[in-house]
């Protein structure tokens, strides 16, 4: 019964740990990988965010033919977008939650190159668009509802889904995409927000953003694209302070049921030592017996929690710039397990220290 | 009442034992306060942040409330309208939409009918001098404390384009989002950014005898038709929507917080199931001296929820305290979220630690008030 309760205590600490971790390292790593490191970013002047950012078209005409950016098939990977949150509707309700549009042409898919067409076809003709595979999430709405042939409300057209997109891990797996023109007229926006370069080499990325800089007929901001994605999830930073520091404190939750476990055990078999150091047993060796015995439970526990912890894999949460998807992996499971070695080792700590000091001749009183 | 010296001793007796309990009992409530305080930072925001009975006009279709541009003409249109008692143009400047932290938020107002919406907490004349001075400002206490900005002080803003103004006065408005603010004329913000005749939001306060649904739809169908149409919706709900982007988050947190209260009900029974078996002979000799099967029990089941209520008043103050200190907001869409914790929310997390402790203390007590005295005896040295 003592082990069980053990076991539960430490599985629920370990379980609750990594669900906090497991938010933590999705949510930051999800903006974070968003970027590609060849990827040049460029916005206006001052804009902190895409959403902030707005481009007069001419600047993607002076920039595109910048002999730096790679080539695929003859064209330059250059990709003028527009972004813009948005409220959307089903197509068949009225309430309305925020949404993330993203209107690009067909090369976005070559610069951003971990978004993949998984299902369906690209928009061929106006009021056509795309969702990523946490666009349900992101609106809060059934899966069901944002199948290749239903559609959407925003901006005031209805939009048919002709394609799903698949970006696992990325800001771009919670977005809407569209025809960038078709996106442009429907949301009365004359500019975009920001041009996605692809560098031909890290040495092409750095002289384009040198250039891009410098130059007096272009006034916007260029950066790497992968240092504007972490500098975005810094953002996030007390969020993941703040988790990090519960899931230590549920931990120590699991070590104070742990280390009251084992307390008892110490006390109730004084005898026992002293038959044990009698007989020639050694301090360590009596230490090592208890400590044997607090690790089975410990890693019962963590196994359970580990178990558990799986069924969240893959389940979407809805966070303030998209959707991310839990990702319960080998590496955090393996984290799983040492935590609830940890739990055991260090609840054991000062009972072992106790067992160790008891003398024999106290033992011996006991027999 | 009799049996709490009983209780007390049973409590002491084993001072480790006792002191690792609380301290898990009061780890896993300053978790559930801590997390449940996140929520209570939000109903509090919209509660106070949300003018009652105020209606709220922002452009069609806009995601992100602070990017929301409608023309300030539209503030008069709307004044015309019989059932309309107020109307106030606000225009919000910020770096970032969606960014958790440390926002750096300016709102133009207009300074001669602002505070009919807004309970604002600052000195007439701290106001008037910031109402006679269009490159003046007075800032949220909240902002001002994170600067260190105070009174007569000049400052520029380089994240957003290099806005300067003269802080006049710091107000005060607990719970309101607008503590985080910096507010200045609306005219001069709209020329500091190039804005001229651009505004975000409009305020609008019905008529008492107004329905306000009625007067929603009244100023949504004026501007239809025009090239800015418009969404009016009671503030509150306005609020609400913008901040849903949290709410998963929120929920999520809330959900690991009720788990961390399963911490209590394994600590506590696991913690009871070793005191009955370190005294059976006690249970024993309480059954000699005439206890009851249900004394028995409550004896042991006060004990547990004693413990518990110490150790979960603890984690609970502990929690408050801490997040008081704290720095700790969330910023979204502009509304900023900062943890609360009440007193109602202090007991409300003692009161569920008991119940933990009553919970997982059951079986283990109901165990030793089963025991026979024989069998009870038989386990004694």
Not at chain 1, 130 to 137: I, K
Not at chain 1, 253 to 263: E, S
Not at chain 2, 86 to 105: E, P, Q, Y
Request: charged share 20%; glycine share 10%.
């Amino acid at each position: 019964m003592r082990a069980l309760l053990t076991a539960g205590g430490t599985g629920l600490a370990v379980l609750v740990a990594m669900l906090m971790l497991a938010l933590a390292r999705g949510v930051l790593d999800g903006i974070r990988e968003s970027g590609h490191p060849l990827n040049v970013l460029v916005t206006s002047k001052g804009a902190e965010t895409i959403e902030f950012s707005s481009l007069d078209r001419g600047v993607y005409e002076k920039l595109r033919h910048s002999p730096e950016i790679a080539q695929e098939k003859g064209n330059a990977l250059a990709s003028p977008e527009l972004y813009f949150t948005t409220m959307a509707a089903t197509g068949r309700g009225n309430e309305t939650t925020q949404a993330i549009v993203r209107g690009v042409l067909p090369v976005a898919f070559e610069v951003h190159d971990m978004v993949r067409l998984a299902e369906g076809r690209l928009p061929s003709a106006p009021g056509e668009i795309l969702v990523g595979g946490l666009v349900a999430t992101k609106l809060g709405i059934n899966a069901t509802a944002v199948k290749i042939g239903e559609s959407l409300k925003f901006e005031g057209n209805v939009w048919r889904i002709v394609g799903r997109i698949e970006a696992p891990g990325t800001v771009f797996d919670s977005e809407i995409w569209g025809g960038l023109d078709d996106l442009m007229t429907a949301s009365r926006r004359a500019e975009y927000s920001s041009i996605v370069l692809r560098a031909a080499d890290p040495a092409a990325m750095e002289e384009m953003i040198f250039d891009f800089e410098t130059r007096r007929d272009v006034l916007a901001e260029s950066r790497e694209e992968s240092l504007y994605y972490a500098a975005y999830a810094e953002n996030f930073a007390p969020i993941r302070s703040m988790v990090i520091v519960m899931a230590a404190m549920m931990v120590l939750g699991g070590v104070f049921i742990g280390m009251n476990t084992l307390f008892a055990a110490v006390v109730g078999r004084t005898r026992e030592i002293g038959v044990l150091r009698v007989t020639g047993y050694r301090r360590w060796h009596i230490a090592l017996g208890f400590l044997v015995e607090a690790l089975p439970p410990a890693l019962l526990g963590g196994a359970i929690a580990c178990l558990i912890a799986l069924g969240f894999n893959g389940l979407g949460l809805r966070i303030p710039m998209g959707a991310f998807r839990f990702q319960i992996d080998f590496p955090l499971l393996g984290f799983g397990l040492f935590l609830s070695l940890m739990i055991a080792l260090l609840g054991s700590l000062w009972p072992l220290w106790r067992a160790m000091r008891i003398s024999t001749i106290d033992a011996i009183r006991h027999l | 009442m009799k049996l709490l010296p009983l209780v007390l001793r049973g409590i002491i007796r084993n001072p480790i034992r006792a002191g690792l309990t609380l301290a898990g009992v009061a780890v896993a409530v300053f978790l559930f306060t801590g997390v449940i305080s996140l929520e209570r930072g939000m109903s509090r925001m919209l509660g106070i942040s949300a003018g009652e009975n105020v209606l709220v006009v922002a452009e069609k279709y806009q995601g992100c409330p602070v990017q929301s541009k409608l023309p300030a003409a539209h503030g008069d249109a709307i004044a015309e309208l019989p059932a309309v008692a107020a109307v106030t143009r606000t225009l919000f400047v910020m770096s970032a939409c969606s960014r958790a932290t440390d926002l750096v938020a300016v709102h133009g107002i207009e300074p001669g009918n602002y505070r009919d919406f807004r309970d604002l907490r600052i000195s007439d004349a701290e106001y008037a001098a910031f109402s006679g001075e269009k490159g003046a400002a007075i800032v949220g206490a909240v902002v001002a404390q994170r600067y260190g900005w105070q009174v007569g002080q000049a400052v520029t803003l380089q994240e957003l384009g290099g806005i300067s103004f003269t802080i006049r006065g710091i107000f005060e408005a607990p719970g309101n989002s607008l503590e985080n603010a910096i507010l200045v004329d609306l005219e001069y913000l709209q020329l500091a950014t190039s804005q001229p005749g651009v505004v975000t939001l409009l305020l609008v306060q019905p008529k008492e005898d107004a329905e306000a649904g009625a007067l929603a739809a009244e100023i949504d169908a004026l501007f239809d038709a025009s090239r800015a149409p418009s969404k009016t919706s009671p503030e509150h709900a306005f609020i609400a929507s913008a901040v849903s982007g949290i709410t998963g988050l929120v929920d999520f947190s809330r959900w690991l917080g009720f788990a961390s209260l399963g911490l209590i009900v394994v600590g506590v029974g696991n913690s009871m199931s070793m005191s009955i078996r370190d005294r059976t002979r006690e249970i024993a000799l309480l059954k000699i001296a005439g206890f009851r099967r249900a004394q028995v029990l409550r004896v042991i089941l006060a004990e547990a929820v004693a413990s518990a209520l110490i150790g979960g008043l603890l984690g609970a103050w502990l929690a408050a305290w801490a997040v008081s200190r704290s720095a700790f907001s969330i910023s979204v869409e502009g509304y900023t979220i900062v943890p609360h914790v009440s007193i109602e929310l202090i007991l409300l997390s003692t009161l569920l630690a008991a119940l933990m402790g009553l919970v997982g203390s059951y079986l283990p007590a109901r165990a030793a008030s089963r025991l026979t005295v024989p069998h009870a005896l038989r386990e004694v040295d």
